[in-house]
């Protein structure tokens, strides 16, 4: 089946622990992101990669960090500098068509849930 | 002034309901507009896309008015599983790659 997978669904998180949140997808997709949702909160982008090799920051990047060595893959690393990490993390892709609006939908997987301990 | 702004709710509604729901943006010059489906603890899913004209997808219509800057999500006939918050979906400005999210419209329906 093609999509976009998550793992791991949860995840814990120690005082000064550096955690990775991995991200693949078979659909073929150029462009990937990161997002996190907090209680009651709209997404909020994280990073996002128009193709391999690039990504550029987004909103709320500090205390995070991404790769993008292949088209499938966008692993976002949540680092010991992200001092309030507790929220549901989101991957999501679309196909690469700058500038054409509608057609540039994002499709998501189901979530991280990161915790702290 | 939020970029994306819904009204929270909750609208509870009975089954066979009609219920509607408005989003206003900030930016006249937004491109890209759609409607996202939440349910609880899992990932948003594509409603639908909100065209100029207005576009209907069965029990579900969504209308764009660029003067006012809002768009709506109309659905008819609830059903119980249309329990869910929606999203509210807009581009932003600067770059068709990022989309900006409302923080949702949670509809209830009840038997």
């Known amino acids: 089946d093609g999509g976009i997978t998550q793992s791991p669904k949860y995840l814990f998180r120690k005082e000064g622990q550096n955690v990775t949140l991995s991200c693949e997808q078979n659909?073929?997709?150029?462009?990937m992101y990161w997002y996190r949702q907090d209680p009651g909160q709209g997404l909020r982008l994280i990073y996002y990669?128009?193709?391999?090799?690039?990504?550029q920051k987004g909103d709320i990047a500090e205390g995070y960090s991404v790769s993008r060595e292949k088209k499938e893959s966008f692993p976002l690393t949540v680092t010991s500098a992200q001092k309030n990490p507790t929220a549901f993390y989101l991957c999501?892709?679309?196909?690469?068509?700058?500038?054409?609006?509608?057609?540039?939908?994002?499709?998501f997987g189901a979530g991280t849930r990161l915790s702290v301990l | 002034r939020k970029e994306v702004e819904q009204d929270p709710g909750p609208f509870n509604v009975p089954e066979g309901a009609t219920v509607a729901f408005n989003c206003t943006y900030s930016?006249?010059?937004?491109?890209?507009f759609f409607w996202y489906r939440q349910d609880c603890r899992k990932e948003p899913k594509l409603l639908m896309s909100?065209?100029?004209s207005g576009n209907e997808d069965g029990r579900f219509t969504a209308q764009l008015n660029r003067a006012s800057q809002y768009i709506s999500l109309l659905i008819r006939d609830s059903k119980l599983s249309d329990s869910a918050t929606y999203l509210c979906v807009v581009n932003k400005v600067d770059s068709s790659y990022k989309l900006i999210f409302g923080s949702g419209t949670r509809l209830l329906v009840r038997p």
């Open positions: 659909l073929n997709h150029d462009a």
């Open positions: 990669s128009q193709i391999v090799n690039d990504f």
């Open positions: 909100v065209y100029s």
């Open positions: 930016n006249s010059a937004s491109q890209s």
């Open positions: 999501a892709s679309s196909i690469d068509i700058a500038g054409q609006g509608n057609k540039n939908i994002q499709y």
